[in-house]
């Protein structure tokens, strides 16, 4: 559900106990009858709580994450096509293919001469400090700004969650204080390359998206 762990055990443990109690004080006695009038106000209170703040919680919760998904996609398509401009490979048909890190690793790793792959076209475009950089670099800040929206709609409980966001987010300023023609624009090139072809330059490649993995544990 998305709710914190302890919230859930709560309103799990509340509704039944009330339950318990309602099926087990069901008589007239007058012991009886207050008691389960007590189970009933609670189950009547775990209701409300559900109905007022639990399900509002996951539904909001559903909105960002919905949100985030289609940011992040339009984030990857905007750079794909700066890509294929950097690369001159604007004859490529089908650019949603690329969103598949194999097709991408694939297109990106041919070479284009003896010395050269189309993704050296793009790491010479970003080092160049030509609009490609700047470009990019928008795009970076407009995925952040909507995980900075994310963060401040809603509790993220799970810590490996909020650090790897945090750990995005300085990632974007370290961007942004990149200067082209320097050994920094490398920095920027392995987190794309990383992104776009789920490659961990740690760990080697990556089964899953980390970032799309992470919108969907908020």
């Known amino acids: 559900m998305h709710l914190s762990r302890s919230t859930v055990l709560t309103l799990a443990g509340v509704t039944g106990l009330s339950l318990l109690g309602i099926i087990?004080?069901?008589?007239?006695?007058?012991?009886?009858?207050?008691?389960?009038?007590?189970?009933?106000a609670l189950l009547a209170s775990a209701a409300f709580y559900g109905g007022t703040v639990a399900i509002p919680e996951i539904q909001r919760?559903?909105?960002i994450r919905t949100s985030l998904r289609r940011q992040y996609r339009s984030f990857k398509k905007s750079c794909i096509g700066l890509f294929l401009i950097a690369?001159?490979?604007?004859?490529?048909?089908?650019?949603?293919?690329?969103?598949?890190?194999e097709e991408f690793k694939r297109y990106f790793s041919n070479r284009i001469n003896e010395s050269q792959t189309r993704w050296d076209l793009v790491a010479t475009a970003i080092d160049?400090?030509?609009?490609?950089?700047?470009?990019?670099?928008?795009?970076?800040?407009?995925?952040i700004r909507e995980i900075?929206?994310?963060?401040?709609?809603?509790d993220i409980h799970d810590e490996e969650v909020q650090e790897f966001f945090s750990r995005a987010i300085d990632v974007v300023h370290r961007l942004k204080a990149t200067k082209p023609g320097t050994d920094d624009?490398?920095?920027f090139c392995r987190n794309l390359?990383?992104?776009?072809?789920?490659?961990?330059?740690?760990?080697g490649q990556r089964e899953d998206?980390?970032?799309?993995?992470?919108?969907?544990r908020i």
């Open 24 to 40: 087990l004080f069901d008589s007239k006695e007058n012991m009886n009858d207050v008691l389960h009038s007590v189970f009933v």
């Open 61 to 63: 919760r559903r909105r």
């Open 87 to 101: 690369s001159k490979s604007q004859e490529y048909d089908n650019r949603d293919n690329l969103l598949d890190p």
């Open 128 to 143: 160049g400090g030509n609009y490609l950089f700047d470009e990019l670099v928008r795009e970076f800040e407009s995925l």
């Open 148 to 154: 900075n929206y994310a963060r401040s709609s809603v």
């Open 185 to 187: 624009y490398k920095y």
């Open 193 to 203: 390359w990383g992104i776009f072809a789920r490659w961990d330059f740690a760990t």
């Open 209 to 216: 998206d980390i970032i799309e993995t992470m919108i969907e």
